[in-house]
């Protein structure tokens, strides 16, 4: 017993002894970091002034907080470097979903037996039908019309918020709560499905009948609908949308949901959320939805494509993002009256795609190849205040941008993202590359290597390389 203790004992030592030694050796010297600067295109002095701070860490218990000022056009650090012999969390801000909506055409049909049978409706049937046929141990395929099985697009989806989280029509179990949502939305929601959606079931049973394999697949035929909806929270109100466009563009019949189409409000009371400790929470008073308070609040336009929904200045604004005739706009809705304030016209262009990056000063648009800034009037509204050209490379304005990670300032946007090795497409080390722009279009990209290495690229772990933190890692500031 005494010599188990003392080994025990001795593997603690060794182990703490292990991660102290990694702190104060391995990455000798470890209080501060340099930043290698390699100018890919452009000026360096278009960035003077400008404070790129990372945030880096090593198992969660070394930590590198550094800050690089350009200061003529050559990178000056700063670290703050801590260590601890405690494992740090990294923790952020409690985020909700609100409602989400989505059509619920490949789940729950396929436990029909669960059903009785003079209460089985929509694909239960499909289903029902290809058991009949199904031979025993061989799976059995039927590929089948939506619109001969269902009059409209079943309703499936969450509902999150502070004090209330609830699914309905996902699983095949569900609360009488979760069942009293269902039947709203379900009874709100009513699209007619398209007359040319396809799906292809299968089902496999054994010799004694039971069910022990089921699924359902598209078959690439056809059109689609799947909803995409989004939304925002305000402390008393859920309010989303959903793209009414199929996967072919064509516009749905929104015609029997009452006030049409548009974004949708359902009220709620929270519950009371206590923090037990990091990472556990306890409701202590649970939430209630308001289902007789679900209403459109703010039509929409049906030719108009839905993109994104997101509020500004907390719950003061909401900001709709469409696009109509190749045009995207941006429409800006009180929340406290839930009228038009603004409608914005962005950009056109036949392209697509887009990316929308919202800074808390400012919002960025990434549309064909061309970066738009809006900046805020102060009243709710916005202007166009820098637009490049159409030339901007995907390679140096990539897809993922954090709206933490840029600034803009005197008709400048700066940016910064992670670095990548481009041979082995793995985090190079702890790296990010740098970008400014302006009307003109790119004047600077340049890459900053840190003296933050790690040995084994090739099988990256996060969990054994020095890497950025996942919460807040780039932080980009005009001074």
Partial sequence: MRKALGLLIVLLVLCTSSVVWCALTVYSPHDQVQFTQTVLAGDPATAEGLTVQTYATYQNHLFWDSMTQIQNSVPQTKTDYRFYQSEQSEVGDPSYRGVEIFSDVGTGASNYMDIPENQRSGLELAYQELYESAVPGQEATKTIMLSDYCDYYPIAGFIDVEGINLAFNVWSENSTEEMAVSNKMESFFRIPVLSTEQATISLEKDSSGYIYSTGLSNNGEGDQFS????GIITPKTCYFTFNNHSNNGQIMDTSLIPGGYGIYALDYAGGQVKQLREGVTQTIENGSLQLDSLRMAFPID????????????????MLLYTRMKNTYYLTVISIDTMQQVQRLAIQTTESESYNIIENQDFIVTLL??????????????????????NTLDYSYVPWSLDGNA????????????????????????VSYEMVVLDEAGLQLWSKHQSTLHNNHLENYNTNEAVRLTYQSPIKVSWQ
């Avoid at 049906?302 to 604004?317: A, R």
């Avoid at 061309?370 to 709710?380: K, R």
């Fill in 368 to 389: 064909d190849h061309t970066v738009t800034v809006l900046l805020p009037n102060g009243d709710g509204t916005f202007h166009i205040d820098m637009q490049t050209t």
């Fill in 227 to 230: 909803f995409y909806s989004q």
């Fill in 302 to 317: 049906p030719n108009e494509e839905f993109i994104q929904l997101s509020q500004w200045e907390n719950d003061k604004f």
């Fill in 406 to 429: 840029m600034d803009y300032k005197n008709g400048k946007l700066a940016f910064a993202f992670e670095g990548y090795n481009q041979e082995t497409g793995f985090r190079d080390s």
